[in-house]
T-cell receptor, first 113, second 110 residues
Framework: DTAVSQTPKYLVTQMGNDKSIKCEQN?????MYWYKQDSKKFLKIMFS???????INETVPNRFSPKSPDKAHLNLHINSLELGDSAVYFC????????????FGPGTRLLVL | GQNIDQPTEMTATEGAIVQINCTYQ??????LFWYQQHAGEAPTFLSY????GLEEKGRFSSFLSRSKGYSYLLLKELQMKDSASYLC???????????FGKGTSLLVTP
């Protein structure tokens, strides 16, 4: 199936741990994103890569580090996890042509204990 | 910066019509999007407006007035499955970033 996929879907971990979330899209899109959706359901952009280059880097703690090994993958590594990092993290991708709507992955539900 | 406002919650009856408003104040504008998000799921793309006027797509329509910084999403013949959060998002001048409003939670009742 053509889609944006993320792993894992659920992640429960202790404060202070380091964890990674992976994202892959097979839509042939050039641009990929990471969003954080908090408990109040507010969806906020964190990072964006276009053809493996970082183009958006919002005010995010430097414990969060994105990596794009190729334009179909965008991973998110989080160091020294804190309670406030608990949220749903969505990956998205978009085409550079036409409407350019963003298509979202299923989300990773992160709970930091 | 971006300031995007939507009502927090709305309730409507099955079969009725509902209009969800969105107002925005932005330093740059490159299109307005509406997304639907069911509880526990990812946002899905509904509609896009970049020029003034109405875009119709089946039961859903979206309107834009750039001079007023205003958009609405119109849902006709409401169905129970339309109960979801509706997110208004403005794309910035760069064309890459989408800035979302806080979403409107719509409850459709029998």
């Amino acid at each position: 199936d053509t889609a944006v996929s993320q792993t894992p879907k659920y992640l429960v971990t202790q404060m202070g741990n380091d964890k990674s979330i992976k994202c892959e899209q097979n839509l042939g899109h050039d641009t990929m994103y990471w969003y954080k959706q908090d408990s109040k359901k507010f969806l906020k952009i964190m990072f964006s890569y276009n053809n493996k280059e970082l183009i958006i880097n919002e005010t995010v703690p430097n414990r969060f580090s994105p990596k794009s090994p190729d334009k179909a993958h965008l991973n998110l590594h989080i160091n020294s996890l804190e309670l406030g990092d608990s949220a749903v993290y969505f990956c998205a991708s978009r085409s550079g042509i036409a409407v350019g709507a963003q298509y979202f992955g299923p989300g990773t539900r992160l709970l930091v204990l | 910066g971006q300031n995007i406002d939507q009502p927090t919650e709305m309730t409507a009856t099955e079969g009725a019509i509902v209009q969800i408003n969105c107002t925005y104040q932005t330093s740059g504008f490159n299109g307005l999007f509406w997304y639907q998000q069911h509880a526990g799921e990812a946002p899905t793309f509904l509609s896009y407006n970049v020029l003034d006027g109405l875009e119709e797509k089946g039961r859903f329509s979206s309107f834009l007035s750039r001079s007023k910084g205003y958009s609405y999403l119109l849902l006709k013949e409401l169905q129970m499955k339309d109960s979801a959060s509706y997110l208004c998002a403005v794309r910035d001048r760069s064309g890459y970033a989408l800035n979302f409003g806080k979403g409107t939670s719509l409850l459709v009742t029998p």
